[in-house]
């Protein structure tokens, strides 16, 4: 007793502490002298005077005694705060976010072309189109010649492989990039997006393999646990443990790489480590964000129910503002955790009118330049031609067949969803053209293979459906939202073919990407038009045209 009175003789004038607390407090809510005052009244009904209440919660809190070092406490709920405030006070934090989308929107382009060559082959073993279909739903199927079971299965696990492989690139991107800028923002520096392409650049040869292992433990084992055990309710079961024991153990393993700098194997042991040192909290953090992508799994399923098409915009939005925030939590846990976090206080940063006008001023200013490079332009119309021409051609081959089936469930093909609103549906169809657009952009200072794979492969679609339509109905169901869309797309494509063309450097790269995203950003106002067009006009008369 008499050793506590010493201390709290030592410590500072209890009204001096409750100041530095507020400041403590500021940092975590919004108003937060409420929280304070609550936790004062509920020390003082113990017993404890109001100096006693606060001197407690100073040292419970901050751990200071005067002459002590204070020492961070940071909850899961603050570091989404912390996450939050640092996305706000750099936005260029969600570009890895697209720039891992973009990566990942080549796992299209190679899924269609091994489904092509998946057909082809089924085509020549005498197999017809519906049942190659139904094979390649069913590939374990045994009432198929051998042969014909065989390329299916080969199929299955090329797209099984082809999956964990674009997906551990598209992470190591996103990763490789967040990470590296959300240290700088952690530290109040405006990130340097250059800076973070060089350093993922040259450390690549860790950070994929790294992320290889943290895909293929999390993502895999939910697509080869069901192909190995027959029992449905038995491969959920494991699929679901064996998903939450993975999750955890390797929730940190690839910002131990980034943040950590440790090589593939030794950043799984420290994140192992740190998960089985506070093994609840990582459990709480695991099964958070899968609540989190379940409640929007569930109100997109509720919203598309009541026929308001928004799941692209709410696939957006995560992707662009919930994943950032997520991604900085984690980080700043590990840091937290590891003893390597000396500081984290939140930065105020307005967002001003000028500064949105501003930005609209530069999108716009990046889309007329964009438009202008005639050379640009012709080739990415060039590459979507040559998409329609190929789409053409396989239309009239049995594996074209194949592959209209497979994508085309009914006889139309593609027919528009009528449980929703126009309305709606013209919002979804905006947003998820949008986002193919600032992908292809966005991509093209990453590489050329990007974009040109994205035009090719809507190209391609295009003819292949031209190919089972007649070509007057086609452009007349075209033509209205086409008029503005396909020029708008082409620009983007040209976009990201013109910033690659810049990107010699490093430096040109991070810029090619910030100069994309203004464009993406000027496209928005006529891709919202097209949408609306193809909403209320082109999808109305659909039936009328195809009948």
């Given at each position: 007793?008499?050793?506590?009175?010493?201390?709290?003789?030592k410590?500072?004038?209890?009204?001096?502490?409750?100041?530095?607390?507020?400041?403590?407090?500021?940092?975590?809510?919004?108003?937060?002298l409420p929280?304070?005052?609550?936790?004062?009244?509920?020390?003082?009904?113990?017993?404890?005077?109001?100096?006693?209440?606060?001197?407690?919660?100073?040292?419970?809190?901050?751990?200071?005694?005067?002459?002590?070092?204070?020492?961070?406490?940071?909850?899961?709920?603050?570091?989404?705060?912390?996450a939050?405030?640092?996305?706000k006070?750099?936005?260029?934090?969600a570009i890895?976010?697209?720039?891992?989308?973009?990566?990942?929107?080549?796992?299209?382009?190679?899924?269609?072309?091994?489904?092509?060559?998946?057909?082809?082959?089924?085509?020549?073993?005498?197999?017809?189109?519906?049942?190659?279909?139904?094979?390649?739903?069913?590939?374990?199927?045994?009432?198929?010649?051998?042969?014909?079971?065989?390329?299916?299965?080969?199929?299955?696990?090329?797209?099984?492989?082809?999956?964990?492989?674009?997906?551990?690139?598209?992470?190591?991107?996103?990763?490789?990039?967040?990470?590296?800028?959300?240290?700088?923002?952690?530290?109040?520096?405006?990130?340097?997006?250059?800076?973070?392409?060089?350093?993922?650049?040259?450390?690549?040869?860790?950070?994929?393999?790294?992320?290889?292992?943290?895909?293929?433990?999390?993502?895999?084992?939910?697509?080869?646990?069901?192909?190995?055990?027959?029992?449905?309710?038995?491969?959920?079961?494991?699929?679901?443990?064996?998903?939450?024991?993975?999750?955890?153990?390797?929730?940190?393993?690839l910002?131990?790489?980034?943040?950590?700098?440790?090589?593939?194997?030794?950043?799984?042991r420290?994140?192992?480590?740190?998960?089985?040192?506070?093994?609840?909290?990582?459990?709480?953090l695991?099964?958070?964000?899968?609540?989190?992508?379940?409640?929007?799994?569930?109100?997109?399923?509720?919203?598309?129910?009541?026929?308001?098409?928004?799941?692209?915009l709410?696939?957006?939005?995560?992707?662009?503002?919930?994943?950032?925030?997520?991604d900085g939590?984690?980080?700043?846990?590990?840091?937290?955790?590891?003893?390597?976090?000396e500081?984290?206080?939140?930065?105020?940063?307005?967002?001003?009118?000028?500064?949105?006008?501003?930005?609209g001023?530069?999108?716009?200013?990046?889309?007329?330049?964009?438009?202008?490079?005639?050379?640009?332009?012709?080739?990415?119309?060039?590459?979507?031609?040559?998409?329609?021409?190929?789409?053409?051609?396989?239309?009239?081959?049995?594996?074209?067949?194949?592959?209209?089936?497979?994508?085309?469930?009914?006889?139309?093909?593609?027919?528009?969803?009528?449980?929703?609103?126009?309305?709606?549906?013209?919002?979804?169809?905006?947003?998820?053209?949008?986002?193919?657009?600032?992908?292809?952009?966005?991509?093209g200072?990453?590489?050329?293979?990007?974009?040109?794979?994205?035009?090719?492969?809507?190209?391609?679609?295009i003819?292949?459906?031209a190919?089972?339509?007649?070509?007057?109905?086609?452009?007349?169901?075209?033509?209205?939202?086409?008029?503005?869309?396909?020029?708008?797309?082409?620009?983007?494509?040209?976009a990201?073919?013109?910033?690659?063309?810049?990107?010699?450097?490093?430096?040109?790269?991070?810029?090619?990407?910030?100069?994309?995203?203004?464009?993406?950003?000027?496209?928005?106002?006529?891709?919202?038009?097209?949408?609306?067009?193809?909403?209320?006009?082109?999808?109305?008369?659909f039936?009328?045209i195809?009948?």
């Open positions: 007793m008499e050793n506590s009175d010493e201390e709290r003789n410590l500072k004038n209890p009204d001096e502490i409750y100041e530095k607390l507020v400041v403590h407090y500021q940092r975590w809510y919004s108003n937060p929280m304070l005052n609550k936790k004062i009244r509920k020390l003082m009904e113990r017993g404890l005077s109001w100096g006693e209440a606060v001197q407690q919660i100073y040292m419970e809190e901050l751990g200071e005694v005067l002459g002590l070092e204070v020492k961070l406490r940071i909850s899961i709920s603050e570091a989404l705060s912390i939050a405030n640092r996305l006070f750099s936005p260029t934090l890895p976010v697209l720039v891992g989308n973009a990566v990942g929107a080549l796992y299209s382009a190679s899924y269609l072309l091994l489904l092509i060559v998946a057909g082809w082959l089924l085509a020549a073993c005498g197999v017809n189109a519906e049942k190659a279909v139904d094979l390649l739903l069913d590939p374990w199927s045994t009432s198929f010649p051998e042969i014909a079971v065989t390329i299916a299965r080969a199929f299955d696990v090329s797209i099984v492989s082809l999956f964990l492989l674009v997906e551990a690139a598209s992470s190591a991107w996103r990763a490789g990039l967040f990470y590296q800028m959300f240290g700088q923002a952690l530290e109040g520096v405006k990130p340097s997006l250059a800076g973070a392409m060089e350093q993922a650049a040259r450390r690549m040869g860790s950070i994929f393999p790294t992320a290889f292992i943290v895909v293929f433990l999390t993502r895999g084992m939910q697509v080869i646990v069901p192909r190995v055990v027959n029992l449905w309710l038995s491969a959920s079961l494991l699929t679901l443990l064996l998903w939450l024991v993975f999750s955890v153990l390797t929730k940190f393993t910002a131990s790489c980034i943040l950590g700098r440790n090589n593939p194997l030794r950043a799984l420290e994140s192992i480590s740190t998960a089985l040192a506070y093994p609840g909290k990582t459990l709480a695991v099964i958070f964000t899968a609540l989190l992508w379940l409640i929007a799994s569930l109100i997109t399923l509720i919203l598309t129910y009541l026929g308001v098409a928004t799941f692209s709410l696939a957006l939005l995560l992707l662009l503002y919930v994943q950032p925030i997520l939590c984690t980080a700043i846990l590990y840091l937290h955790w590891t003893g390597k976090l500081k984290a206080e939140h930065i105020e940063e307005k967002v001003s009118l000028e500064r949105i006008v501003e930005l001023r530069r999108s716009l200013q990046a889309l007329k330049n964009a438009a202008k490079d005639l050379r640009s332009v012709s080739e990415a119309a060039a590459i979507l031609g040559l998409g329609v021409a190929v789409g053409l051609l396989l239309s009239r081959t049995p594996p074209g067949e194949v592959l209209y089936k497979f994508l085309y469930e009914n006889p139309c093909g593609c027919a528009p969803p009528t449980q929703f609103t126009s309305f709606s549906l013209a919002l979804n169809i905006f947003f998820n053209n949008w986002n193919v657009a600032a992908i292809s952009a966005v991509s200072s990453v590489t050329l293979l990007l974009p040109a794979s994205i035009a090719l492969v809507n190209g391609l679609i003819g292949l459906v190919g089972f339509k007649e070509p007057i109905k086609l452009l007349m169901f075209v033509a209205p939202h086409g008029v503005i869309e396909l020029p708008s797309f082409i620009v983007a494509i040209a990201g073919i013109k910033y690659y063309r810049k990107a010699d450097t490093l430096a040109a790269k991070a810029e090619g990407i910030k100069q994309a995203l203004l464009v993406a950003i000027g496209l928005a106002p006529l891709f919202l038009l097209a949408a609306f067009i193809e909403a209320y006009i082109s999808i109305a008369n039936y009328e195809f009948k």
